[in-house]
């Protein structure tokens, strides 16, 4: 019996067993949050790309710096709740209870930590003044900070009720919109394309709430009763993973702010342009590791088998696409503009150098989440947030932009040697991996 086989039948798996399952809805829910990643990505590379040809670069970095703003209001803001709604609303009595509480307490947050960090703003750049001179344009980012934390919660409620099409169905809500809004938005300048963002979001919250939810879960009533008990219960689990979260999502939402007020705003676009490029490099790698992280979930004696199957593809596919950015990169940039492939050149070849480690470390944050092993979770992720952001902040004024790129480099570097240490010093994961690799190359090559 072969190695791999043998594997199968030690653990009670029969194959064909194994096939009827993938068809399960859970994988064909995994299927479309790759969807929700390929439609953000290639609608934010759409929109931005044309904003570059309606729009001056001062206007792209300031509405950059204030929807990077919002984005982190909305991350901060859910305290890792959407992670305990997906762990413990299939077994809670009360579901309806506790998706209004999550909704309350999350609306509730988002309010004060947008207060906060809009009073912050101003002080960061003498571009945001205008902050303390204008009260209704204070409360309308508010409002869009709060609206996008929403839009969050429903998207989490979706996947805890096993209903990702619906996520999919708002991510396309949401990026149909902001694209339609963008082009009737021409000539406001930042707040046509701040604007043409926030509007959107409030499309997809109508659309979710009103259309969708009722769909995913016909018995759901919009209470406003809060359950002390249930929100408990969910933020201890939460919590880890969302300091995780938060110290790994940290340097793209800081990114526009930090340049902003270390450069100008043209640099902040610059900048944002090439990291959403480098993004949408890794965007398939990482799914796909979310995908992993799944299966394993359900199929947990398959874990070491599933997770090094998913790491080979999402490192070969990772590969080839860096491999070509770095070649084509400064002609790709011209696609915004010269001035985005003069200052953004550097900075993107660097991404994409760095591209297959974070993929790498992607998967092995993955398999450390199945594990349960959030304490390593958390101090990994702060290695890459606090090297980043150190290195960046300090080379910027002798290279530029593309010290984040340096920082960023080095960070998930540091991170997948230590990943590449534990699987060497474990035999049989380094066995399991190494019968994968044979096999998916001889596939590949037959």
């Avoid at 290639?42 to 929807?67: C, K, M, Q």
């Avoid at 992670?83 to 988002?110: H, Q, V």
């Avoid at 938005?185 to 043409?196: D, E, I």
């Avoid at 001035?339 to 092995?364: C, D, E, I």
Wanted: proline fraction near 3%; charged fraction near 10%.
């Amino acid at each position: 019996m072969k190695q791999f086989d043998r594997f199968f039948f030690n653990h009670g798996i029969k194959p064909k067993k194994l096939v009827v399952k993938i068809k399960q809805s859970l994988f064909a829910n995994a299927g479309y949050l790759l969807g929700v990643d390929v439609i953000n990505s290639s609608v934010g590379f759409l929109f931005w790309g044309l904003a570059t040809r309606f729009y001056h670069p001062e206007d792209i970095g300031l509405a950059l710096a204030i929807n990077s703003s919002v984005a982190l209001v909305s991350l901060i803001s859910g305290f890792g709740t959407g992670n305990g709604l997906i762990r413990f609303l299939p077994e809670n009595n009360e579901p309806n209870r506790l998706i209004n509480s999550l909704y309350i307490f999350n609306i509730a947050t988002a309010f004060v930590v947008g207060s906060i960090i809009l009073l912050i703003l101003p002080l960061w750049s003498v571009s945001l003044n205008f902050l303390n001179d204008n009260l209704i344009i204070v409360f309308a980012i508010l409002a869009y900070g709060i609206a996008m934390t929403f839009t969050t919660s429903l998207r989490m409620t979706f996947l805890a009720l096993r209903r990702a099409k619906f996520a999919f169905w708002q991510a396309t809500t949401i990026n149909g919109a902001r694209l339609l809004l963008l082009v009737l938005f021409v000539g406001f300048g930042a707040w046509g394309l701040v604007g043409s963002v926030s509007i959107a979001v409030l499309v997809s919250i109508l659309f979710s709430f009103f259309v969708f939810l009722p769909r995913a879960m016909p018995a759901y009533r919009p209470i406003f009763k809060f359950s002390k008990s249930g929100i408990s219960t969910i933020l201890p689990f939460s919590f880890g993973i969302y300091v995780a979260n938060l110290l790994i999502q940290a340097p793209t939402r800081l990114l526009s702010i930090l340049i902003l007020g270390l450069v100008d705003p043209a640099s902040a676009a610059y900048a944002q342009i090439a990291w959403l490029v480098g993004g949408i490099l890794i965007a398939p790698g990482l799914a796909l590791a979310t995908s992993a992280f799944v299966e394993s979930s359900n199929l947990p004696n398959c874990s070491a088998i599933i997770f090094s199957k998913a790491v080979l593809i999402g490192l070969i596919f990772t590969i080839l696409a860096a491999s070509f950015m770095i070649v084509i990169t400064p002609w790709f940039l011209l696609l915004f503009g010269k001035s985005y492939s003069s200052q953004g050149t550097t900075l993107l070849r660097l991404l994409s150098v760095a591209a297959p480690f974070a993929v790498q470390v992607g998967f092995y944050f993955s398999y450390l989440r199945f594990q349960k092993r959030i304490s390593r979770l958390i101090w990994l992720s702060a290695v890459v947030a606090v090297t980043t952001l150190c290195l960046g902040t300090m080379l910027i004024s002798s290279l530029g932009i593309a010290a984040f790129g340096i920082g960023w480099f080095v960070g998930y570097l540091i991170v997948a040697t230590v990943a590449l240490n534990e699987i060497f010093a474990d035999k049989k994961a380094l066995t399991i991996f190494k019968h994968q690799s044979r096999l998916l190359f001889s596939t590949l090559f037959r």
